[in-house]
């Protein structure tokens, strides 16, 4: 074969590497195309160790490709004979952590008696599993809302399953509650930890809770000389009709005549009762002022 001897009397030798076959991101099929389907950068190369005889050698692997794996066979062929080594060189595959953006902070006002839910569109975006290759974009990604700061204002909150790269935060707000509570989004995509992997990211944000002022609240007497529509039943009073009866104005009632005719001005004691700043127990409107 093509075997020399340099003037040091060292044997030179050389070999060809030459790639055959190739699978990528665990497909189950090989493609036979003469390259390592961009695996690596470089294709590797074989240097012989001889002292003097050439009794072995070395490979050199190429730069690999970032977030590629897979598996490559290469033929290394003895220049100028027909001797030749099958090398097989696999890239085994590492997840990599999800990304997404997130808004840092929400403003949204305080919820009433009833409160439902409160969806709030694209409040997680640009969510992806990992880097565009073929074996991350095809995992699933779930996310996660984790209130680490509780306040008291939020009852749930979850987000959608992300579509387009974008997910809805659903939260249930408590009744009448206000304050800012802080939480971190969690996306955990389905790549595993195997070969020290990633498939978790966090970022956190806020949700402030803005407190809305709600109408004092009073009851109305209702006994004769006052009549009430029904409405006044209710607690806000929306609708209440009052309706107070008395007799005519008398001249010169006798000194100590009780009948309501005959007080100027009619005085009503207890006309409203249960007087309060709100008809809920709310801790931001104890100390208000009313009238």
Same mark, same amino acid.
Not at 122 to 149: I, M, R, S
Not at 238 to 262: L, N
């Given at each position: 074969?093509?075997?020399?001897?340099?003037?040091?009397?060292?044997?030179?030798?050389? $070999?060809?590497?030459?790639?055959?076959?190739?699978?990528?991101?665990?497909?189950?099929? $090989?493609?036979?195309?003469?390259?390592?389907?961009?695996?690596?950068?470089?294709?590797?190369?074989? /240097?012989?160790?001889?002292?003097?005889?050439?009794?072995?050698?070395?490979?050199?692997?190429?730069?690999?490709?970032?977030?590629?794996?897979?598996?490559?066979?290469?033929?290394?062929?003895?220049?100028?004979?027909?001797? $030749?080594?099958?090398?097989?060189?696999?890239?085994?595959?590492?997840?990599?952590?999800?990304?997404?953006?997130?808004?840092?902070?929400?403003?949204?006002?305080?919820?009433?008696? /009833?409160?439902?839910?409160?969806?709030?569109?694209?409040?997680?975006?640009?969510?992806?599993?990992?880097?565009?290759?073929?074996?991350?974009?095809?995992? *699933?990604?779930?996310?996660?809302?984790?209130?680490?700061?509780?306040?008291?204002?939020?009852?749930?909150?979850?987000?959608?399953?992300?579509?387009?790269?974008?997910?809805?935060?659903?939260?249930?707000?408590?009744?009448?509650? *206000?304050?800012?509570?802080?939480?971190?989004?969690?996306?955990?995509?389905?790549?595993?930890?195997? *070969?020290?992997?990633?498939?978790?990211?966090?970022?956190?944000?806020?949700?402030?809770?803005?407190?809305?002022?709600?109408?004092?609240?009073?009851?109305?007497?209702?006994?004769?000389?006052?009549?009430?529509?029904?409405?006044?039943?209710?607690?806000?009073?929306?609708?209440? /009709?009052?309706?107070?009866?008395?007799?005519?104005?008398?001249?010169?009632?006798?000194?100590?005549?009780?009948?309501?005719?005959?007080?100027?001005?009619?005085?009503?004691?207890?006309?409203?009762?249960?007087?309060?700043?709100?008809?809920?127990?709310?801790?931001?409107?104890?100390?208000?002022?009313?009238?």
């Amino acid at each position: 074969g093509d075997v020399r001897w340099g003037l040091d009397g060292t044997q030179k030798i050389a $070999w060809d590497v030459t790639p055959v076959r190739h699978k990528l991101f665990g497909t189950p099929d $090989w493609t036979v195309d003469a390259s390592d389907g961009g695996l690596f950068l470089s294709a590797p190369i074989a /240097s012989p160790s001889c002292t003097p005889v050439c009794s072995g050698g070395n490979v050199t692997l190429g730069a690999p490709r970032a977030f590629f794996n897979g598996i490559v066979e290469y033929n290394v062929t003895m220049r100028g004979t027909p001797i $030749w080594a099958l090398l097989t060189i696999e890239s085994l595959p590492v997840n990599q952590p999800p990304s997404f953006s997130v808004m840092p902070s929400y403003t949204i006002l305080e919820a009433n008696a /009833s409160a439902s839910p409160m969806r709030i569109p694209g409040f997680v975006f640009h969510v992806q599993a990992g880097p565009a290759v073929p074996d991350e974009a095809a995992q *699933n990604v779930t996310l996660t809302a984790v209130e680490y700061t509780p306040a008291g204002v939020v009852q749930s909150a979850s987000f959608s399953v992300p579509l387009a790269g974008n997910a809805t935060l659903e939260v249930i707000l408590a009744p009448f509650r *206000n304050a800012r509570s802080f939480f971190y989004v969690e996306a955990r995509d389905s790549g595993g930890v195997v *070969n020290f992997g990633a498939d978790s990211a966090r970022a956190n944000f806020s949700l402030g809770v803005t407190p809305v002022n709600r109408q004092p609240a009073f009851a109305i007497d209702c006994t004769p000389p006052v009549s009430c529509s029904p409405e006044c039943s209710d607690p806000d009073l929306a609708g209440c /009709s009052v309706r107070v009866t008395v007799g005519e104005s008398c001249q010169g009632c006798p000194t100590g005549v009780g009948a309501p005719a005959c007080k100027h001005p009619l005085y009503l004691a207890g006309f409203a009762a249960g007087t309060a700043q709100s008809g809920i127990s709310k801790i931001d409107e104890a100390d208000e002022a009313w009238q």
